[in-house]
């Protein structure tokens, strides 16, 4: 596993991702540009423009090597001469997922980095009225790596079912799309305006806010933002949804995975 | 002691929408140890589809591989075993030597053993000045050598070779074939795939060959070549001064024919057998039906 884990970051990094992403952290500068302009509530600007430009990139990363990097050792046979070895196919899929999940969380420290950075300038100049809790900043991009790291998990169990990359890549952006605005919709099937609703379709939605991942409950930017203190049992309770929910999709890949005739 | 490969009815059905291909039907042969044994039939025949079966890339709806007795579907076997794929795919961001290093750490070989297998190997294999360059640089022939590289790095007891010669020049296939055979002399067991008849008369000790996904025989090498004479070719001069003479001789004849020749005073110039052509053996099996 650790070998697989070591040359899948190795793949990536020679595949050039590395200096996509470092051209991308450019327009990291314009953050102190644009926040200023504002005049107003530049702290709060410049953080989440940072957080937000972090969690896009961390986006595009994990559907792209998420979705491509499974269905292209398939695709282009690669896996034959990984799986004559004495590998077990867990321990390849496994190593694959946490070479990317390791990739991510780099680029997430880089970016987290170059992103206070740059909010500091901005606010060195504008100073804010409440002092930025930067330990709020770290919690919210750990945990919006660990959003992604459950995203990566979807696209590969997508990978394991699929022939093409069109299922894991657009299996993982339409996941991101429901799981992020899954709260959303059961906090509106729970509400009072919902009274006129169908039952069955209350129940439905419901079902799908406890069988999709709810992404929402990973973020804390406005924590971050607006230097609000953080519920620590709220971060634990998450952690564990995360552990939870990515060992079962994981677990369903790999059993997937171990069927799958290459 | 079990054999180091060994299939029992083994049965593979690709299915799709509208076709169904009976690729590999009731298969079952045992490879001995220290044996070389070649897996000889025609583009399509199912031999591709066998070994990927016993290196469990995919499954046999019925039957078994085992590999020294254990089930093949089970990764340990694997340690004992090299495999080099059909046109091997490797991954082509690293460099020859870096894909080496991988898979003998993957094997759980010691650091200065790696090295030492890998130098000797591309040194073996003339793929010591492209070992630092990227393998998608590599030409198909140099892929191929790599992917043998690879299988053997670890020195495994039992090689699974999907047609190792496809690909090459002919001074790399010499060098393959010599390399085949000297696994063997070194105790190891080979097993290959190939479509080339002349392959297998050269190096191997035993012959199974499959058709439409049948195994129609599974015959000995050295005693085909044997039986396989129909006559001798003798050339002799009468006299020291007199012209040569060329007489065809069969087989039960050649004894009495040399006497005659000899104790005339005659001198023999040339013996030489002639064959059946071995094609012909294994073009009438593969053309029976
Ligand atoms: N993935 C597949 N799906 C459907 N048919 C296949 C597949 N792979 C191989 N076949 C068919 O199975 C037969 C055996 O193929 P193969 O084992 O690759 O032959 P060989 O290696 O002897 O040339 C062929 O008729 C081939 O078309
Ligand atoms: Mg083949």
Redo the contacts between chains.
Sequence with gaps: MKNILRITILGIMRDRVFHGITVAALVFGLVPVISQLSMRQVTELALTLSLSLTSFLLLLLSVFLGGVSLWKDIDRRYAYSILGLPLRRSDYVLGKYLGIVSFILLTATVLGIVGALFSYSAIGVYPPNRPVLWENYVYAIFFDVLKYALLVSFAFLFSTISTSFFLPMFGAVCIFFVGSSSQEAYNYVNSPEAAALHPAAKSAITALYYVLPNFGAFDFKTNAIYSIPMDYQGLMLTFVYFCCYVSIVLGLAVILFNRRQL | MSHPLELSSVSKQYVSRKHRVDAVREVSFAVAAGEIFGFLGPNGAGKSTTI?II?????ADRGTATIFGTPSTK?????H?G?L?E?????D??TGAEYLR??G???GMPKQRIRQRSDELLMLLDLLPAAKRAIRSYSKGMLQKL?LA??IIHDPPVLILDEPMSGLDPLSRVLVKELIVNEKKNGKTVFFSTHIISDVERVCDRVGIIRNGILKAVKEVAPLLREGIEAYRVRFAEHESSAEQEIMVSPDDLTTQMVAITSTGGTIRLLEPVRKNLEDFFLHIIRED
């Design positions: 990927k290196m469990n890339l995919i499954r990764a340990e076997t694997r340690r075993v495999f794929p046109n091997p795919a490797l991954y961001y690293m991988f898979v750490n993957v094997h992917g690879q299988a």
